[in-house]
């Protein structure tokens, strides 16, 4: 009896025993997953081990960011500025400006391409002239200026156009030493005679076999009737008597400004020159200078002159005098021009002749 009472009580007991060790296993899996952060499923779906997890930082909670709660319609709550603003609307870029080209030729080779537009007015600017025998006295090339066409007939004055694309053409002109005759004095060349009959340009050279040409002497390019343009270079100083007398398809000369005379005649009966320009410290134009010059249009004489000799012209030519009358120490007889203005006012006037001569004076 004692004996079947014990072997009931260990049944009991082992019962019980099975029944909490069974839970104290469950427990214990469970403390586990806390220190590992896994998860263990459950049945019935339950998720106890997930609340071991939260503690160890292994996973986010749903719609949580890490720089806050998303908020509905805003963006992430972290942005500073709370709602984001539209971006504002970009204007539309402005068409570029239409440029005009412009192609620059020197002797017929292309050299650059300027541009213009209507901002600019379609204007240029006239490029600088390149190195001549004005600028360097070892080159032997004068650069005779910019012109609108290639035949080098309409000089341009930097105030033209353009609207469409276009070319402006300058020319350089050689100076051919062996076409001049010469003489040396005191280290100084006067030409004596061009021997070049067909040349219709040519340019005085500054010097000659390294002397310095001072003096165009007298006759050198007398009848020499197919030049058409002179340019006197720089350093010359004197135009002898009928230095060009008869050169009468002469239409342009280019005088330095280093000239200080112009002899008797030298420019007698070159009835195709229209423009000539004395500069300023010519101090001497002898009788008879310009006779005959009937195509010329006006001409101006410097404040420096001081002697004019007679029968300047002996046609129609408007006169103007840089100073007064009173500043020269002789001034010839005006047989030949009829109207006088000084001042402003005309003293004299015959119908036959429109010719004018104005004093500018200065004080």
Not at 123 to 135: F, G, M, R, V
Not at 295 to 314: A, E, R, T, W
Not at 332 to 347: I, L, Q
Request: net charge negative; hydrophobic share 30%; charged share 20%.
């Amino acid at each position: 009896m004692k004996r079947k009472f014990l072997v009931v009580l260990l049944a009991i007991v082992a019962t019980f025993c099975m029944a909490f060790g069974f839970t104290a296993c469950g427990e214990t899996e469970n403390s586990g997953n806390t220190g590992g952060g896994s998860q263990t499923e459950q049945p019935g779906g339950s998720q106890s081990g997930n609340q071991g997890n939260q503690g160890s930082g292994g996973t986010t909670k749903p719609d949580e960011g890490q720089g806050g709660e998303e908020k509905p319609d805003g963006g992430q709550g972290g942005n500073q500025g709370g709602e984001e603003k539209p971006d504002k609307p970009t204007e539309p870029e402005k068409p570029a400006e239409k440029q005009i080209e412009v192609k620059v030729y020197i002797d017929n080779v292309l050299t650059e391409t300027l541009y213009t537009s209507e901002s600019k007015g379609y204007k240029i600017a006239l490029p600088a002239k390149p190195e001549d025998t004005t600028t360097d006295p070892n080159l032997t090339n004068y650069f005779d200026g910019w012109y609108a066409d290639k035949g080098y007939n309409e000089p341009l004055t930097g105030e033209e156009t353009y609207s469409a694309p276009s070319a402006i053409y300058g020319r350089n002109i050689t100076s051919r030493t062996y076409d001049f005759s010469y003489t040396v004095n005191n280290g100084e060349a006067t030409i004596k005679r061009f021997t070049n009959s067909t040349a219709t340009t040519v340019v005085v050279p500054r010097y000659i076999n390294s002397f310095p040409v001072t003096t165009i002497g007298r006759e050198a390019f007398l009848n020499k009737t197919m030049l058409r343009t002179v340019f006197l270079c720089e350093g010359l100083k004197e135009i002898e008597d009928s230095a060009f007398y008869n050169c009468n398809s002469m239409q342009k000369v280019v005088i330095p400004s280093s000239l200080t005379s112009i002899g008797n005649s030298a420019f007698y009966d070159c009835n195709s020159l229209q423009s000539i320009t004395i500069p300023d410290g010519v101090t001497l134009i002898d009788s008879f200078a310009f006779w005959g010059c009937r195509s010329l249009q006006s001409i101006v004489f410097p404040k420096s002159l001081k002697y004019l000799g007679n029968f300047i012209f002996g046609h129609d030519t408007p006169c103007y005098f840089r100073g007064s009358r009173g500043d020269m120490d002789y001034c010839g007889a005006w047989w030949d021009v009829y109207s006088f203005s000084y001042r402003g006012t005309n003293s004299v006037k015959d119908p036959k002749y429109l010719s004018t001569v104005v004093w500018e004076y200065e004080g």
